[in-house]
């Protein structure tokens, strides 16, 4: 079945240096991806999303980059900040079209060391 | 307008009983969609609703799980003889059209005891 899942758990990062955060998916017919950041106690806020055709995007301070090939996405922040301490999801609409019914990886935890 | 609005934030219910939660979602957007997470999970799509109409459902959303949208506006997702296993977050979002970077509200949280 379709599955979006995350290498690790947690990741803990110093303050100022960059982070990557590491994703895959089964589906390869998949053509559009998103990252989500969670803070605690809040809903899921869109970060930046990519589309097949692409393999790097390039948001404020956010790099994602797909592999097809391996069916692989990451999300790069770079310099990262306390206020990048959340935890962060890859979504993806799988088969779902134009519902835009999304299926989110289990999430990994940022953790920003001062 | 400050975003998706979701009530209560917290609620805790005696098992059997009854609970009610409201979603009210972005003025200009005409998509609604509720999703449940639990601890270290990601969110899990539940329904989801084109103005008024409910589209879709998953097989999570039992017979216990009903969910509304009355006049295209404001949602309700109402769940009968809670469950422990509902004990969960309960998200609710929007989106403007086919718009995939839609707004999550801050959830309700419910825990059955």
């Known amino acids: 079945g379709e599955s979006v899942g995350l290498h690790l758990p947690t990741l803990s990062v110093q303050e100022g240096d960059n982070s990557i955060i590491n994703c895959a998916y089964s589906?390869?017919?998949?053509?559009?991806f998103i990252w989500y950041k969670q803070e605690s106690g809040k809903g899921p806020q869109f970060i930046i999303d990519?589309?097949?055709?692409?393999d790097k995007r390039q948001g404020q301070r956010v790099t994602v980059l797909l592999n097809k090939t391996v069916k692989h996405l990451s999300l790069q922040i770079a310099a990262t900040q306390p206020g990048d301490s959340a935890v962060y999801f890859c979504?993806?609409?799988?088969?779902?079209?134009?519902?835009?019914?999304?299926?989110f990886g289990k999430g990994i935890t940022l953790s920003v060391r001062p | 307008d400050t975003g998706v609005s979701q009530n209560p934030r917290h609620k805790i219910t005696k098992r059997g009983q009854n609970v009610t939660f409201r979603c009210d979602p972005i003025?200009?957007?005409?998509?609604l969609y509720w999703y449940r997470q639990t601890l270290g999970q990601g969110p899990e799509f539940l329904t989801y609703?084109?103005?008024?109409?409910?589209?879709?459902k998953s097989r999570l959303l039992s017979d216990r799980f009903s969910a509304e949208r009355p006049k295209g506006s404001f949602s309700t997702l109402e769940i009968q003889r809670t469950e422990q296993g509902d004990s969960a977050m309960y998200l609710c979002?929007?989106?403007?059209?086919?718009?995939?970077?839609?707004?999550f509200g801050s959830g309700t949280r419910l825990t059955v005891v």
């Open positions: 979504a993806e609409p799988g088969t779902s079209g134009a519902n835009s019914k999304l299926t």
């Open positions: 990519i589309r097949s055709n692409m």
């Open positions: 003025s200009e957007h005409n998509r």
């Open positions: 589906n390869s017919a998949s053509d559009y």
């Open positions: 609703f084109q103005n008024e109409a409910q589209l879709e």
């Open positions: 979002a929007s989106s403007y059209r086919a718009d995939y970077g839609y707004t």
